[in-house]
């Protein structure tokens, strides 16, 4: 016996001097036996935890891995203890060092067990390299990452294409991030702070165009159940919302039963006007896209979206287009590029839902994932996360414009800082394009992953902007309104934000009506909206270089109509226009923001013709009203010659109605010329810029409509 006790220890001292690996060998360890027992237990516990996912880093995907990674967090407990009490072994450094790749804020933690594990013993794992390298690229030390793949290149004995081509693809990522670190973007990155972040993980920021209100995912003990998988796991993921009141954003409050249920539910997008949102549930092991909407301040259940949209497959992100009429989501369903691509799917108005959805193409999707879409409001810009395209590593954001073709740019990487080493997904950014969202994991993290807030700052010596492109050309008064955020750099989107309160104009009462967006120059319909029937509330985005017809409709009241003509060169700006409806009664006057006559003359144009038979929808629908339809002059120019302009104008409505069927009897024409003028002659001598002096007299030029029987 004690011949083969001192050939043990000979064999044992022989490791020591050429590796110093120490197995975990009870015979080693005789002098702490339950010390021993112990730590053996913890190591088949963390080994089994260890081996239940034996993927490489790369081959989970973002959704995956939020869940995955929980299997390597709770191996690493039980093989850190393990460690403490047999620091020496190869196998279980080499494994902390995998662990620690998977974890969310000790990634660096990685390196020097993987170096502990190669000093133990060289060919402790034939991918040794290959997660050494992981670990100095997600440290950034981007040199010393280059020089660990390309020595797990001279391992590689298969002549897997696959695998040659992930560890090539990973020292392209190493020299573009050397690139992009080497040019960082002007942006400041900061936490986005109590009250939203909170000691657990939050992340999928949704938000609306105008930044008042943010939906994001949190897995937090007051999620809907309150329920985890195992113990010492993340709760359930729910959705919780928060509003912004006064520049500050309120508490967050979870979204409740009806929203969220005992499982996972995620925030994947929300339309511009915040009245409608699509969520990610996962019910039977595949991810699925469910809708619902606003009504006044209650959400309607959530609705699983049609065929076209859920397939047997995984579909996880989605985002609404400005107009609502076209939908982008992700799934991985086959046919496509890669695992992970993105679709199109346009709204049928036939059916009344979505119609049969199409690949985006090649040059968005690549053979890798793409995930996280947002199309931005501004009708353009697509935002989404990829693994293909020029990567600093694992998922970057990028941005690809629509050309006027409908083709899409060459997607462009949004630099770093905003991309990282790791992971970067669920990308938002507001209408301005000056601030933008998405979630991380960092040093003055709140919890294990939290929501920060991106601020663009734009070149260092930004363009001078040309005074003439500062407003929205109106046939009425757009300047006059309130403009909230003053234009700033070329960096801005060219989009306007138009939004505020519909009411009913002699209680104040908020109405729930329905907004139509009208293209006066094409007269065809862009989009339609309804304004929030407890608050009143709308907003509408409308790219720049468009003449824009906005006409407010309700049952019972007299339509109206206003007029936004925004120039290609428009930059970025939010317009707050209330909107008070009229009912149907004698003396009620409304101004049709949407005629317009060629120049000094009464002939009417074309784009007259929309708002024209919106007039001539609602005579036939109250076929008891008569009215008097008035046009009106600014004070340059003759007063009778101006008189004269004014009735044939309003001669040319009439004789237009007339010809659509309304009876003459119910119908009459009156010239003003300059008698009635919105806006005085010394009201506007005060008027200091040139272009409001215009824009005044733009409002006293105008057509009216007045019933004066019923």
Not at 258 to 268: G, L, V
Request: net charge neutral; hydrophobic share 30%.
């Amino acid at each position: 016996m004690k011949k083969y006790s001192y050939l043990f220890i000979l064999i044992f001292l022989a490791s020591l001097i050429q590796a110093q690996n120490v197995p975990f060998d009870k015979k080693l360890f005789k002098e702490r036996k339950d010390e021993f027992k112990e730590a053996k237990r913890n190591l088949d516990a963390g080994n089994d935890l260890f081996e239940m996912y034996p993927l490489t880093y790369l081959d989970i995907n973002a959704r995956d891995y939020i869940n995955r990674k929980m299997n390597y967090r709770e191996a690493l407990s039980y093989l850190y203890k393990a460690n403490k009490f047999n620091p020496n072994n190869a196998k279980l450094n080499y494994q902390i060092g995998r662990c620690y790749l998977m974890s969310s804020v000790y990634k660096d933690e990685s390196i020097p067990h993987l170096l502990k594990s190669l000093k133990l013993n060289p060919n402790v794992a034939p991918d040794v390299q290959y997660h050494l390298g992981i670990g100095y690229h997600l440290t950034m030390e981007f040199d010393k990452a280059i020089a660990a793949f390309k020595k797990y290149k001279t391992t590689l004995v298969s002549k897997n294409p696959a695998e040659l081509e992930d560890v090539n693809k990973k020292i392209e990522e190493c020299k573009t991030g050397i690139e992009l670190v080497a040019n960082p973007k002007r942006v400041f990155i900061d936490n986005f702070g109590k009250p939203v972040n909170s000691k657990y993980p939050e992340y999928g920021a949704i938000i609306s165009a105008d930044e008042a209100v943010m939906m994001f995912t949190s897995r937090r003990n007051t999620s809907t159940g309150s329920d985890r998988l195992l113990p010492g796991e993340d709760y359930f993921e729910d959705i919780y919302i928060t509003h912004k009141k006064g520049g500050k954003w309120t508490s967050p409050e979870n979204m409740g039963s009806q929203i969220n249920t005992n499982i996972h539910d995620a925030t994947t997008a929300v339309a511009p006007d915040a009245q409608s949102m699509i969520m990610y549930r996962d019910t039977k092991g595949d991810g699925n896209l469910y809708e619902c909407k606003l009504d006044g301040n209650v959400w309607s259940k959530p609705k699983k979206m049609n065929k076209y949209i859920n397939t047997k497959s995984h579909e996880s992100s989605a985002s609404y287009s400005n107009d609502g009429k076209t939908l982008y989501f992700v799934s991985n369903k086959p046919g496509g590029f890669g695992n992970h691509d993105i679709y199109i799917t346009k709204w049928d108005e036939l059916k009344q839902d979505w119609a049969e959805a199409k690949n985006v193409g090649s040059v968005i999707n690549t053979k890798h994932d793409e995930e996280a879409v947002f199309f931005h409001p501004d009708g353009k810009t697509l935002y989404f996360s990829s693994r293909g395209h020029k990567t600093m590593g694992n998922y970057d954001v990028f941005k690809s414009t629509k050309k006027e073709d409908g083709t899409w740019g060459e997607p462009e990487n949004m630099g770093y800082p905003i991309n990282t080493v790791d992971d970067d997904v669920f990308f938002v950014i507001n209408a301005s394009g000056r601030r933008g969202y998405y979630s991380s994991f960092k040093e003055d993290g709140h919890g294990e992953k939290d929501i920060y807030m991106i601020t663009f700052l734009g070149p260092e010596k930004p363009f001078q902007l040309n005074s003439e492109d500062n407003l929205l050309a109106s046939v009425a008064k757009p300047v006059s309104e309130k403009v909230i955020e003053k234009q700033v750099d070329a960096l801005t989107k060219r989009i306007t934000i138009l939004k505020g309160v519909i009411s009913d104009c002699k209680s104040l009462q908020p109405v729930e009506a329905t907004l139509e967006l009208i293209d006066v120059d094409e007269n065809k319909t862009l989009a339609t909206f309804k304004s929030n029937a407890k608050t009143g509330k709308y907003l509408v985005s409308l790219p720049s270089g468009k003449n824009y017809g906005l006409i407010v409709r309700k049952d019972s009241y007299l339509f109206h109509s206003e007029n936004f003509n925004i120039p290609e060169t428009a930059a970025y700006q939010e317009v707050e226009k209330d909107i008070c409806l009229k009912k149907i009664e004698i003396g009620s006057v409304i101004i049709l923001k949407n005629i317009f006559y060629d120049y000094n003359k009464a002939t009417l144009r074309d784009a007259s013709k929309n708002e024209l038979d919106r007039l001539t929808k609602l005579l036939v629908e109250n076929p008891t009203i008569k009215i008097e339809l008035s046009a009106h002059t600014d004070s340059r120019g003759g007063n009778a010659y101006n008189e004269k302009l004014s009735q044939r104008r309003a001669q040319s409505c009439v004789d237009y109605l007339i010809k659509k069927g309304i009876d003459t009897s119910r119908l009459v024409s009156k010239g003003y010329g300059e008698t009635k003028l919105i806006k005085s002659d010394a009201e506007i001598s005060k008027l200091t810029f040139k272009d409001e002096k215009e824009a005044a007299h733009q409002e006293n030029r105008r057509t009216e409509f007045k019933i004066i029987a019923k």
